[in-house]
């Protein structure tokens, strides 16, 4: 199989590596939920219906959480690039705030990165 069931046949307990295309059906109510890098609202609508029906949903890695109620970033991280070389990241750890990093980890105190909003789309504003 791929890395990925490997990986959890080996680490044990129940969890279940499901496609982002598989129906909420294939997911037991109340079943926690780690929704990877959602990328267009389709994907995060599949978020929402899981909440909805009782699941907890941590997302990791999002682009952006386009309005969906119940579903934020837990964990975020983007690189932030200058003339191809990487100058700092973006990140968030849920509950926190999103942080800048300059290029060797250290935070920059004085940039706060507030939310873009566009319509129901809301990201970093990078």
């Not at 191809?84 to 990241?89: E, H, L, Y």
């Not at 926190?96 to 789309?121: I, T």
Request: overall charge positive; charged content about 15%; some cysteine.
């Amino acid at each position: 199989g791929m890395p990925q069931q490997r990986a959890l046949r080996k680490a044990g307990g129940t969890a279940r590596l499901i496609g982002i295309k598989d129906t909420t059906s294939n997911v037991p109510t109340g079943t926690p939920v780690v929704l990877v890098a959602p990328s267009d609202s389709s994907q995060w609508a599949i978020g929402q219906e899981l909440v909805a029906r009782g699941s907890p949903v941590i997302v990791v890695n999002a682009f952006a959480n386009h309005g969906y109620g119940g579903c934020e970033h837990a964990f975020y991280y983007k690189p932030i690039t200058a003339y191809g070389a990487v100058a700092g990241a973006v990140m968030r750890t849920y509950p926190g705030d999103y942080v800048c990093f300059d290029a060797d980890g250290r935070r920059v105190a004085e940039v706060e990165v507030p939310l873009a909003k566009q319509g129901r789309l809301s990201a970093p504003d990078l």
